[in-house]
């Protein structure tokens, strides 16, 4: 999955379209921005292959910007979302080999949140984590070797509206009157962290 945010000279977003070509001119996929200059497209690389992104912005300029080129070895990283609370973490590697034992950490705020051992047997395994019990923030995976080589990371959000504060708002006093008085109360519990 490729993300990309499209800007002007000043830093601000822009609105593109765009398609992913190969080297030899073929049209892999199509782009565009969804939000704020900002959008996703996904496609499996080749090993020793070129890609070119041209991109379309709406004055009718046409750019071509290279893609980084695939690698031959390495770890992918990949996280989806199984429901409100699980996540799956697929871990894929090119070519078989025996089985290699890595080792999963999570951190949040460089607070160890988890550690899990990961048996991959060919060239992938699938792990899947309860995200329950996790603070809110934004969550590093690690992958590492057994003596400590980082092979691959990952950062998602984990929102478990766990800093939402339990607030009411009252009205006393209210006047539609040009300059009126106007009387709220806001109530917090003593409880309430902030």
Do not use: C
Request: zero cysteines.
């Amino acid at each position: 999955v490729v993300a990309f945010r499209a800007s002007d000279h000043q830093g601000l977003p822009v609105s593109i379209n765009g398609r992913l070509l190969d080297e030899t001119g073929n049209e892999l996929t199509t782009f565009i921005t969804l939000h704020d200059g900002m959008g996703t497209f996904g496609f499996l690389p080749a090993t020793g292959l070129k890609y070119e992104a041209e991109v379309s912005f709406a004055d009718g300029t046409i750019n071509k910007y290279p893609m980084p080129m695939g690698k031959e070895s390495g770890w992918a990283l990949q996280v989806r979302e199984e429901n409100e609370t699980r996540r799956r973490i697929i871990l894929t590697k090119p070519g078989t080999e025996t089985a290699t034992d890595l080792v999963l950490v999570g951190q949040i705020e460089q607070h160890l949140i988890f550690e899990q051992s990961v048996q991959v047997q060919g060239n992938s395994a699938i792990i899947s984590i309860d995200t329950r019990s996790f603070p809110s923030g934004i969550l590093q995976l690690t992958v590492l070797t057994r003596n400590g080589t980082p092979m691959a990371e990952r950062l998602l959000f984990i929102n478990n509206n766990d800093m939402l504060l339990p607030v009411n708002l009252s009205t006393d006093t209210i006047s539609l009157k040009k300059k009126g008085k106007n009387v709220l109360a806001v109530h917090i519990k003593n409880t309430a962290g902030g």
